[in-house]
């Protein structure tokens, strides 16, 4: 085991891909020369050659309009888009095209692609580059969505995206790239769609993703230490596919379930598993569901604006605690 | 066969020149039935006749060889059939049939066929200019001398996905081939009322480093020429073409649409340069008999009739589709 | 009252809002000269004249630019996207941009704007010019969303809309152009934000939105008359303002929530509603609240896939029976 | 203040020069300031300086009348404070206080001051040409003698906000006037690898029936012209203009980046090209007096301390802002 960034593991996923498969392919604005502009894609260029790693011009429909004609023709690419607010300027290509090619055309066409892309809050950069928008993916049928929260996760969850006959929608989370985390050495491939429960607990539940998981995990702490209260904590990783079996499990064993999620409150990924829950195991539930997100605003810029938008460690405690009243 | 004249003799070619013919008899022929069956009530939804324009079809998929790629429109029925799709499946197709190209589920707008290099056919205006370059950088990468063509409508020339994929096909010089089928309509507004160049992809070609090229779409020599050049130079490695062919539709811009925003006299000059008459007159000219001529034109239209009666005779699409092909695995599990 | 089409009422409240105010305009393709590609702006070209009533070229990010520009400096404009689908190539502009500014400038641009678009399916036109997007749209803080089921609301909603002093993205469905209703003769405005409950039953809720209103009736007579089953059934109406007051107030008197929504089933508005629910009146509930939507999947062309897929009659009240048991 | 010379008394003339250098100097001294506070830790989050670029954020604004609009990027301090918004709420955004234009909601990236004219700084690469368009519209349709002004970076030019925004406003004849700022660089990338023709904004300017123009974006004399010239034409039904300013920014894109990839040679030669001391020379070669020049100098400089201080006094925004201004009632209700 090597101690490595959140910002390493990426790199060091692609790399582990690009040595093993010569038709990945990587392209992107400022990722070969520069690295990336959160050096998460350092060395790359100096490894693979610039027919292979490809800087492009600012043209995000482009850039996944060459992913998805690549894909389709045999490569297998990984492009960024730099911010995941971006997403907005291409959003046709991931939508229309991509999510929906393989459907429409009764199974002619395979794109076995990743788009990765930085997304979340925590950096001051103001509502324009600070967005949580893994709900926007989650919506569209067709595209799987995975979301890491550790380095190791990212190098595993990334080389099995890369692998991974589907369009793959990547979501690294901006504020986690310095944290750091033991990743297993040699080759490391995680599976999609398998949730991951950081702590076993018999009061509640709670479903984190990203930045949200190790916040969930600290008020879990918190809840025990201060009030005896003992939480289980789900690490969702995948959206599409959901691990529904490790959810509906959790949940049923504690008959409580709290999500914590940085998107906005309308149609987050929170009210889906809130309703599937209510659904399809309504009476093993003890108590109301709550979800914990950002109001349903944009993001403020000023420090403290910010932290009091995204669901912090404290806002997760006091939400619990009111809610077991 | 005619025996061939020193004047059919030249860089095109008899053989070459009745291919030119009969893929523009096959795609009038099948979209004039195609037309028919939707009176018929038998096609569902929209469809989008390229009656008219069969010359640029034919010129293209005449010029391309296996391994190329065509990525065309929803008024893509023409530049599918040209490159070998069968007729039972376009037909099919928009008759939502079992048997069409795509079992039913992606309807006119949408055809594709693979095997044949007919890589989709896309319906939001714009969207299959950048992942027609993404082909084109698979052959660049690949190194294997394939070429991607890209065929769109005047009207899409003013939409963003137009200007990145240019641009950066440009930029990387790869062998994609954007061919822009000026029809001087969008769907029911004339280009020229709401682009500030005459010539709405040529004018443009230059803010691309790329040279303007106008050709008659209504003359499938012309447009089999301008093919054959881009096609070289795309192989040699000299990057991408934008080509405008001038034409025009015949019918409205889709099954809803009787086309009446057009002043007569235009639509008069037009129809008087069919290019399929104006086709089979230089075939004459060119020493072809009129027997080899009638020859094609009812093999075209025994087939055409074949499909049609295969399509109808085959079932609606299983049910079971419908949950079929979101992922690779065959399935749409969202969920474990 | 005179009867009119869903089609024509569109026209009759853009040119009742023209007539009363300079500053709304309107833009889009093929709007002006051709009346529209569903002929719901029929005439108005000829009573406004060029200068209001512009055609533009095919260039969603250029109309909607357009429509921002215009309304932060002091116009009221109505911009048609065409299909909802083509939502995907200007989305940039509706959420980074026209959801975002009022917020970002702390209240110093106004953005009195109204994006009028044809959504859903039914129409056999495939997965790119079919899909339900009412979603899309309820994700992003800072948009109201609006969805007509009738005439007559979409007139006086529409008329709301324009006078609204934020930005409304007002979803037309394009298989109800050609229906029919009752629409108030002289000048009608709705209030946004109403929900309106068309049946009162107490066994229980349905809540439904746009074209699944009607089927929701329907099934809700059929309810009735074949096994006395007696439905309420909530028009939701407006998405955001979302009028929880009705949905909570009905659906505490049935004890019982069906949803039915068009859009496919992650992160549709059902599940915005299932959540709201199964959080602040959980214990008024007393059953699984159940979503009926579209599969997760891109919507198939032919007449027979699509009827199967979209939520019919026949599985709105299959589903209710099978879960009344 | 100089006697006025005959040499400076041509089309442009004292009291405008005198206006242009204050300009430059308020721009650059308030730059370097907000340089200093995010070394000192006091500005979180990002910040795009344009430093080198402040000629061009004076001679348009100089050129501009109250009434016209300026539409910017992330990279807009200067041209914010250009139009008149007050130093002690430029500063202030930047650092997150209650005196910031935006309260604190926006940030370094979205600088407005819709009062001033300054209608917004705009984040996402391309989105704010077709938003300037609008503005356009507006004064077009009101006929009220506005004019738009969009000002955006090289890289932009590759995206299709700007292809369709250039392209409609043409069309239609809009009083707006885009100006690239090509300082060569996107964000580490050299323009000139990413882009297929040589001057990324003037090049493509035939493609929508306008001239090409560049000017010399380190000359604020060039530039004022050149503003005057396109809002002339806009002011007189002629349409928009597209003018290429070549600059260069001295210090990286944003306040992570050092700029290492640039060639030394290269910055060298900018930096000596810095249009600061350029306009100094020329004032004085006007025959302006060093004690006036001195004068403006420190007088910018004092204002610059005064807003600094005022803008570290500030205290934090409020708490209850976060849930203000969603809509125009001035909350955030999603629901009753
Ligand atoms: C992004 C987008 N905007 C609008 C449309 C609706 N639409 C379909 S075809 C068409 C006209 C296209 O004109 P042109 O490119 O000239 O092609 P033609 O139909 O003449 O072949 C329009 C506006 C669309 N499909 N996609
Ligand atoms: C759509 C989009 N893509 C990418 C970015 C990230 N980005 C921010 S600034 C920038 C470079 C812009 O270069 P240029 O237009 O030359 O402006 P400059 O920064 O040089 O002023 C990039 C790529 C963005 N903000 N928006
Ligand atoms: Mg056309
Ligand atoms: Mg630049």
């Known amino acids: 085991m090597a101690e490595l960034t959140y910002r390493d593991a990426v790199a060091a996923g692609i790399a582990q891909e690009m040595e093993r498969d010569e038709d990945v392919v990587f392209l992107g604005e400022d990722i070969a020369a520069a690295g990336g502009v959160f050096k998460a894609t350092v060395g790359l260029l100096d490894k693979f050659g610039p027919e292979r790693v490809r800087d492009t011009p600012i043209a995000e429909q482009a850039i996944l309009g060459a992913a998805m004609g690549a894909a389709m023709t045999g490569l297998r690419p990984i492009a960024e888009i730099m911010f995941s607010d971006f997403f907005a300027v291409c959003w046709d290509i991931v939508v229309n095209e991509i999510a929906k090619t393989r459907y429409m055309t009764n199974g002619q066409i395979n794109l076995p692609l990743v788009i990765r892309t930085a997304n979340g809050g925590g950096l001051r950069f103001g509502a324009q580059h600070s967005q949580s928008i893994e709900n926007w993916a989650m919506m569209i049928p067709g595209l799987k969505v995975v979301a890491p929260s550790s380095p190791a996760d990212v190098k595993g969850l990334l080389a099995a995206a890369i692998r991974d006959p589907d369009p793959v929608i990547f979501f690294e989370h901006k504020a986690l790239y310095p944290t750091k985390g033991e990743v297993p050495d040699g080759e490391h491939v995680e599976e999609l769609g398998k949730a991951k429960i950081l702590r076993d607990g018999d009061d509640l539940t709670i479903a984190a993703l990203a930045a949200m998981v190790p916040r969930a995990v600290e008020a879990a702490e918190r809840l025990k230490d201060e009030h005896g209260i003992e939480c289980t904590v789900v690490d969702i990783r995948s959206l599409v596919p959901l691990d529904t079996q490790t959810l509906f499990r959790e949940v049923s064993k504690t008959g409580r379930l709290f999500t914590v999620e940085e998107n906005p409150r309308l149609c987050g990924w929170g009210a889906e598993l809130s309703s599937l829950v209510s659904e399809e195991i309504f009476w093993e539930l003890d108590a109301p569901i709550v979800r914990i997100t950002t109001p349903h605003i944009p993001l403020p810029a000023a420090d403290q604006l910010e932290d009091l938008t995204i669901p912090s460690v404290d806002r997760i405690t006091d939400t619990i605690l009111k809610s077991l009243g | ?336």
């Not at chain 2, 480093?209 to 093919?227: E, T």
């Not at chain 2, 020493?287 to 009739?305: L, Q, R, Y």
């Open chain 2, 1 to 336: 066969m005619a025996k061939k004249t020193e004047k059919n003799n030249d860089d095109i070619g008899e053989d070459v020149r009745l291919a030119l013919y009969r893929s523009q008899q096959e795609v009038r022929q099948l979209e004039k039935r195609a037309y028919d069956l939707f009176l018929q009530n038998l096609i569902k939804g929209t469809s989008h006749l390229c009656i008219g324009q069969e010359a640029i079809a034919a010129g293209f998929a005449t010029a391309m060889k296996p391994g190329d790629w065509s990525f065309c429109t929803y008024r893509g029925h023409g530049h599918t059939l040209a490159r070998g799709a069968s007729m039972t499946g376009v037909l099919g197709e928009l008759m939502g049939r079992e048997c069409g190209l795509l079992a039913g589920k992606g309807g006119s707008m949408h055809l594709t066929d693979v095997e044949k290099g007919a890589m989709g056919s896309y319906a939001i205006i714009g969207a299959h200019l950048p992942i027609a370059m993404g082909a084109a950088w698979k052959a660049q990468y690949k190194k294997t001398g394939e070429v991607a063509v890209c065929f769109f409508g005047d009207g899409t020339t003013n939409i963003g996905a137009f200007h990145e994929a240019l641009s950066m096909s440009a930029t990387w010089k790869l062998p994609v081939v954007f061919v822009c089928e000026n029809n001087l309509y969008m769907e029911y507004t004339s280009i020229g009322d709401v682009t500030p160049v005459e010539h709405p992809a040529a004018d443009r070609a230059p803010a691309y480093g790329l040279p303007k090229i106008i050709v008659d779409g209504n003359d499938a020599d012309a447009v089999y020429r301008a093919a054959r050049t881009a096609f070289d130079l795309a192989r040699a490695g000299g990057g991408p073409s934008l080509i405008e062919a001038k034409t025009y539709r015949h019918h409205g811009h889709s099954r809803a649409d009787p086309g009446k925003y057009r002043p007569d006299d235009e639509v008069k000059a037009w129809m008087a340069r069919d290019p399929i008459p104006f086709y089979r007159q230089r075939l004459l000219d060119f020493g072809v008999s009129e027997a080899s001529i009638t020859a094609i034109e009812e093999e075209v239209a025994a087939a055409v009739n074949v499909a049609t009666e295969e399509a109808k005779a085959s079932p609606p699409p299983s049910q079971d589709l419908i949950l079929k092909d979101v992922w690779a695995d065959g399935g749409w599990a969202w969920r474990n």
